[in-house]
């Protein structure tokens, strides 16, 4: 099998993926608009884990999307199997409900590289298409070591630190944008600012519904206040604003106070909502007292904003590819000249800590 994480491992041949999900009209679907990419070949689907186990063994798939909700054998018990004795990308497509968004976060948790909603969801066909397609490759480019290296790092049953030391009373503002691996990497991150932090934005490109699970997830385990962004909320210190999925979340300012504005709009970079459109805002409206921080992700989402607010005098920095389990968002960005610093996933926290309180 290839290995995953070479940039170049799959130029010269298809994405091999096995389906995975207990109703037909889903499978039938994924499969007829997988087969349409030149790049990508279904080569087999299955009911539910037991017949994917067989399939997995016979087709070698390079990917596999799974279902979460099956007969026989739930999808997060078959993602936990699997990642121990035979770990392989998997991108989670799974029903928009609010217990599915929960048991969701605990796919990220066990290994899941990408978690996505199914056609028919709050997204059209079109959209969760090429979201999809974009989640493969990026699932088939991942440095599944890398992604087990974070969690290793973190000791069983350690509990993030709580509190460092308070941060002076700043206007800074810390935006931060992810994609595939995202949600690891910025759990590593936020985790160890301390309850008095900055005022924090991020994008992390995730489903709609999965963003309200994942920020109050992050809630419990962080000494800042962590929600799901709302239209006109204040953005200051000890709080953490994550975007909605399914919509674009930017930063304005009246007079001293910062604030954000959730809407609509087109996809940016196949994406809503986009760390490009986060960025160029907090460009606009921070400037110098703001941070940036692109992390893991397939694709150039982020590059361009991050540029932006380098340009505008912002402090930005761009995480290393050793630590990536996707070094696309970050390379594009040093390749722009956008990224002050590269730094790895375990020094993050530390250097925009440093930076606020300088």
């Known amino acids: 099998m290839a290995a995953f994480g070479s940039g170049n491992a799959y130029e010269n041949r298809k994405i091999k993926v096995l389906v995975v999900d207990d109703s037909a009209v889903v499978r039938q679907i994924l499969t ?5 990419v030149p790049s990508i070949s279904v080569v087999g689907a299955a ?5 994917a186990r067989e399939k997995i063994v016979r087709l070698r798939p390079d990917v596999i999307t799974l279902d979460i909700e099956m007969p026989r054998m739930d999808g997060i018990t078959f993602l936990e199997k699997l990642m121990r004795h035979h770990p392989l990308p998997v991108v989670v497509v ?4 609010p217990q599915g968004s929960e048991t969701a976060m605990r ?7 990408e978690v996505m909603t199914k056609p028919g969801g709050a997204y059209s066909v079109e ?3 090429l979201q999809l397609i974009d989640r493969i490759k990026a699932a088939a480019q991942a440095d599944l070591g890398a992604l087990g290296a974070s969690r290793a790092e973190k000791a069983p049953g350690a509990e993030p630190p709580r509190r460092l030391s308070m ?9 931060i944008g992810a994609s595939t691996g995202g949600t690891e990497a910025i759990r590593e991150v936020i985790t160890l600012f301390p309850a008095g932090g900055p005022g924090t934005v991020i994008v992390q490109h995730m489903p709609e519904g999965f963003t309200r699970s994942f920020a109050q997830r992050m809630n419990e385990m962080c000494a800042m206040e962590v929600r799901e962004a709302r239209d006109g909320d204040a953005v200051r210190t000890g709080v953490i604003l994550i975007a909605p999925g399914n919509r674009h979340m930017v930063l304005r300012r009246s007079g001293a106070r910062y604030f954000v504005k959730v809407k609509g709009g087109p996809l940016v970079h196949h994406q809503r909502p986009s760390v490009d459109v986060l960025f160029h805002s907090v460009a606009e409206y921070a400037g110098v007292n703001a941070v940036g921080v692109l992390m ?7 590059a361009e904003g991050l540029l932006a607010m380098r340009q505008a ?15 696309g968002m970050p390379k594009a960005a040093i390749e722009r000249g956008a990224a002050e610093q590269v730094l790895p996933l375990r020094e993050i926290a530390s250097r925009v800590i440093s930076l606020v309180q300088g």
């Not at 799974?94 to 409900?97: D, E, F, I, K, W």
């Not at 941060?167 to 935006?175: C, D, F, G, H, Y």
């Not at 005098?313 to 070094?327: I, L, P, Y």
């Open 47 to 51: 009911p539910d884990p037991y017949i």
């Open 127 to 129: 959209d969760i298409t």
């Open 167 to 175: 941060l002076r009373t700043t206007e800074k503002i810390v935006a």
């Open 94 to 97: 799974s029903s928009l409900t």
């Open 313 to 327: 005098g912002a402090r930005t920095m761009a995480q290393d590819e050793r630590s990536c389990v996707v070094f």
């Open 32 to 36: 007829r608009e997988l087969e349409k």
């Open 296 to 302: 893991t992700g397939m694709g150039s989402d982020g």
């Open 107 to 113: 796919a990220l948790e066990l290994g899941a590289v």
